[in-house]
Nanobody, 126 residues
Framework: LLELVEHGGDSVQPGGSLRLSCVVSGDDYTSSHYCLGWFRQAPGKEREGVAALDGYRIPTYADSVKGRFTISQDSAKNILYLQMNSLKPEDTGMYYC??????????????????WGQGTQVTISS
């Protein structure tokens, strides 16, 4: 059983930046065997994948965030990050980190991810 706790959500103006972090803990957690990802959900919309690191630590991004967001990991501290730059109002939503117990799990299939954090709110507004 894993526990994921997100931090870093805030309200910022368009064009601003935020860095989200997610601390992963659990007795059987071995990050190198799992996919790590970030998802978001806006009010009235379905949860969508934002970025992920597969078991080989190759990143993938949603088209809407490519070039603006960067996913990274501090494996020694079991922390997953999402650096978000050039933020837009459409980036507003609850951001969740997630873990999938597989080497490759797509961000387009959130129902296949196994563990989720409680979420952290990101609001982009002028």
């Amino acid at each position: 059983l894993l526990e994921l706790v997100e931090h870093g959500g805030d309200s910022v103006q368009p064009g601003g930046s935020l860095r989200l972090s997610c601390v992963v803990s659990g007795d059987d957690y071995t990050s190198s065997h799992y996919c790590l990802g970030w998802f978001r959900q806006a009010p009235g919309k379905e949860r969508e994948g934002v970025a992920a690191l597969d078991g080989y630590r190759i990143p993938t991004y949603a088209d809407s965030v490519k070039g603006r967001f960067t996913i990274s990991q501090d494996s020694a501290k079991n922390i997953l990050y999402l650096q978000m730059n050039s933020l837009k109002p459409e980036d507003t939503g609850m951001y969740y980190c997630a873990v999938a117990r597989a080497m490759m799990t797509a961000i387009q299939t959130p129902w296949l991810w196994d563990y989720w954090g409680q979420g952290t709110q990101v609001t982009i507004s002028s």
